[in-house]
């Protein structure tokens, strides 16, 4: 299978803005979802957005990015995009893109140990 490639991260001041791009393999209409994770050092890899590969697109936010990130995808171009607004500290890791093909449950769409095809990550770094 072909690994996803994130980029986009970087370093920014609290309040700033980042977009995270992810190209993947071409998208298997109607099935799984992809993912954004972000894992802080000595923290647990979290779910952050979710978005459902069928026509519906269904997202699914974490609680603390909810109102502040936005996920999106553009199918012509293989890309699954993170648009991070109003950046705080704690928003501070490394960033995967993770893709799954098998159906998504809502309530498990956010949990790492179902997704299967991981990139290597970009960094976020946000300063006070």
């Known amino acids: 299978q072909v690994q996803p490639v994130e980029s986009g991260g970087g370093s920014v001041q609290a309040g700033g803005s980042l977009r995270l791009s992810c190209v993947t393999a071409a998208y298997t209409f109607g099935y799984g979802c992809m993912t954004w994770f972000r894992q802080a050092p000595g923290r647990e890899r979290e779910g952050v957005a979710s978005i459902k590969n069928d026509a519906d697109a269904y997202k699914n936010y974490a609680r603390s990015v909810e109102g502040r990130f936005t996920i999106s995808r553009d199918n012509a171009k293989n890309t699954l995009y993170l648009q991070m607004n109003n950046l705080k500290p704690e928003d501070t890791a490394m960033y995967y893109c993770?893709?799954?093909?098998?159906?998504?449950?809502?309530?498990?769409?956010?949990?790492?140990?179902?997704?299967?095809?991981w990139g290597q990550g970009t960094q976020v770094t946000v300063s006070s």
């Open positions: 993770a893709a799954r093909g098998d159906y998504c449950y809502t309530g498990d769409m956010l949990r790492p140990e179902k997704y299967n095809n």
